[in-house]
């Protein structure tokens, strides 16, 4: 029975590619050390791939002669974990995870047959959550305000079978 064969190597510049990753992750890296989060910056310094990008080159030079200084407002980058609410999937700030849990905790309340001032109050005591018009501003805010979108489920691995 005959093999099918390889394909024919073609010329794909492979090396030009991994270069051109390469410069894009310290490029990412330094918007992130621009905005005062130098994370990033420190794990690809502390990593294998080679430093092919100038403006990072130049970034740290200046910092060693002028010294580093962090914006007075430092972002820092959202470490999402999944959340469910309403039946859909969210990725959320760790940050704000907490947040979230209340909120769907009142939602759950209500379901039960709970108002919604009762389950408020209910829910603020339980997660210490200070004042309660704090909670209920929360719960009336839109998902847009959250800059939340359902997490899009596009079917891609449904046909992969995981053999243990």
Do not use: I, N, T
């Given at each position: 029975m005959n093999d099918p064969q390889p394909p024919a190597p073609d010329d794909t510049d492979w090396e030009a590619e991994d270069e051109s990753?390469?410069?894009?992750?310290?490029?990412?890296?330094?918007?992130?050390?621009?905005?005062?989060?130098?994370?990033?910056?420190?794990?690809l310094l502390g990593g294998d791939l080679p430093l092919n990008n100038?403006?990072?080159?130049?970034?740290?030079?200046?910092?060693?002669?002028?010294?580093?200084?962090?914006?007075?407002?430092?972002?820092?980058?959202?470490?999402?974990v999944s959340f469910e609410m309403d039946g859909k999937h969210f990725h959320i700030d760790k940050r704000d995870l907490k947040r979230f849990e209340a909120m769907r905790r009142v939602k759950e309340l209500q379901a039960g047959g709970i108002g919604k001032e009762a389950a408020i109050d209910r829910v603020a005591s339980e997660h210490g959550i200070e004042d309660a018009e704090t909670l209920k501003r929360w719960l009336d805010r839109t998902r847009e305000h959250w800059g939340l979108s359902p997490a899009r489920y596009d079917h891609m691995f449904d046909g992969v079978k995981i053999e243990k």
């Open positions: 990753y390469v410069w894009h992750q310290w490029e990412f890296a330094l918007d992130w050390a621009h905005k005062g989060d130098y994370r990033p910056l420190a794990e100038r403006s990072v080159r130049d970034w740290l030079a200046d910092g060693l002669v002028r010294g580093l200084k962090k914006p007075l407002k430092v972002k820092k980058r959202p470490d999402y």
